[in-house]
């Protein structure tokens, strides 16, 4: 069975920190591992990982997959009050990790 | 249309009772699906459709659940003789059905509480 798994399941931290989120996966014919953040209500797209070792990256939060290993990274530097939120990573449509919540304190 | 719609947004209901939710996705998109979220888990799969054809349904859906998408564009899940466990959040989210094009579009939800 499909299989994602996110840790820590919470984090607290305070403004300035830097943060590292992973999620590691258990999947049949992988295609891509996607992240997304959910503040209030419903999550919205941060990055799709499909090919190893590549970085993306998009202001302070950056994310790379290794597919030997099967996990991936969601980095913030820098984090600011507005990156609280849980981060959830999915592989293929069905299957969401259980998310991590972020709190940043100010 | 700018966005994934649902409705309504918040049921309260009593035990035995049926509810409808109702999705409206991106026009554009041809795949649709459900989800349930409860406190501190990540949205559980419920069912897809590819335009109007329902592809895949989890064993979380029992047979008190069904959905449906019947023109291919707005779809509802229905839940019959709710239970308190029903309570949760109900995501709908669309996306095409392209190569590459694997991001889904969530709607804000539906939250039901089950008295």
């Known amino acids: 069975e499909d299989k994602v798994v996110q840790s820590p399941l919470s984090l607290v931290v305070h403004e300035g920190d830097t943060v590292t989120l992973n999620c590691s996966y258990e999947v049949t014919n992988f295609r891509s591992l996607l992240w997304y953040k959910q503040e209030k209500k419903a999550p919205t797209f941060l990055f799709m990982l499909t090919s190893s070792g590549i970085e993306k990256k998009s202001g302070r939060l950056s994310s790379i997959l290794d597919k030997k290993e099967l996990f991936s990274i969601l980095n913030i530097t820098a984090t600011q009050t507005g990156d609280s939120a849980i981060y959830l990573c999915?592989?293929?449509?069905?299957?969401f990790g259980a998310g991590t919540r972020l709190t940043v304190k100010p | 249309d700018t966005g994934v719609s649902q409705d309504p947004r918040h049921k309260i209901t009593k035990r035995g009772q049926n509810v409808t939710f109702r999705c409206d996705p991106i026009s554009e998109h041809n795949r649709l699906y459900w989800y349930r979220q409860t406190l501190g888990q990540g949205p559980e799969f419920l069912t897809y459709f590819q335009n109007e054809a329902q592809l895949e349904k989890s064993r979380l859906l029992s047979d008190r659940f069904s959905a449906e998408r019947p023109k291919g564009s707005f779809s509802t899940l229905e839940i019959q003789r709710t239970e308190q466990g029903d309570s949760a959040m109900y995501l709908c989210?669309?996306?095409?059905?392209?190569?590459?094009?694997?991001?889904?579009?969530f709607g804000a939800g539906s939250r039901l509480t089950v008295l």
């Open positions: 989210a669309s996306r095409r059905d392209r190569f590459g094009a694997n991001v889904l579009t």
């Open positions: 999915a592989v293929r449509d069905m299957r």
